[in-house]
């Protein structure tokens, strides 16, 4: 299995934030830091995604409060990434609800190329273009689809999670993640005709 971000595939806890959480629960409040660190960037691109927008960085930073004080109740053995995600949508949710509206495309379009990774200099600039319009186009398409398929398509795609971590963080089983994935790419496959068809296997059925 390999290491991305401190979680191994198949959605263990990485040791890294086993030990940061340990520490944490022993009594070093400071030792949280390191798992701030490690997840703000993936959170940001979560809540932009998930129709924060401007307020991407307060949904983050209430997430990560949220998630300090419910530490304790942190199943040991789990994998951190997942967990805090499930309560990033869940503070995105609340805010767009307070808000009264939902974020335009165009803006979360912008927030999360915003907080993506920058495209080294090495890159290829005609690459690097195409994947920015292929992302743009794909955010636009990602309004049609409903909740559950456009969280699905986000995690998977846009977070580049594996199928177990983006089960936990939905918190639902894998057949109805590969389910509503299939039927979310599919719909994106006839919005972006070409792009995401045959993405994902399974019979569509759960």
């Keep these: ?24 629960r022993s009594g070093e409040p ?7 660190r490690a997840h703000t960037g993936i959170a940001l691109r979560a809540a932009v995604a998930l129709g924060a927008g401007a307020d991407a960085e307060d949904v983050v930073q209430a997430a990560f409060f949220k998630a300090y004080q419910s530490l304790g109740r942190f199943r040991e053995g789990s ?26 495309a165009t803006g979360r379009e912008a ?3 915003g907080a993506g990774p920058v495209i080294p200099e090495s890159a290829d600039p ?16 990602l309004g049609e ?19 177990a971590e983006t089960a936990e963080a939905l918190g639902w089983p894998r057949g109805t993640v590969k389910s509503r994935l299939n039927r979310g790419l599919r719909k994106l496959g006839r919005i972006l005709p070409g792009q995401w068809e045959g993405r994902e296997g399974g019979d569509g059925h759960g």
């Design 1 to 24: 299995m390999r290491a991305r971000e401190g979680i191994l595939e198949g959605g263990r806890i990485g040791i890294g934030d086993a030990a940061a959480i340990a520490r944490v």
């Design 30 to 36: 400071e030792a949280y830091a390191e798992l701030v």
């Design 79 to 104: 994998a951190f990434r997942p967990w805090l995600l499930r309560i990033v949508a869940n503070e995105t949710k609340n805010t767009v609800r307070s808000a009264g509206r939902l974020r335009a």
């Design 111 to 113: 927030a999360l190329l």
């Design 126 to 141: 005609a690459a690097a273009a195409l994947a920015e319009e292929r992302r743009a186009l794909l955010l636009a398409a």
């Design 145 to 163: 689809l409903n909740e559950d398929q456009r969280r699905v398509v986000t995690y998977r795609y846009l977070l580049e999670m594996d199928e």
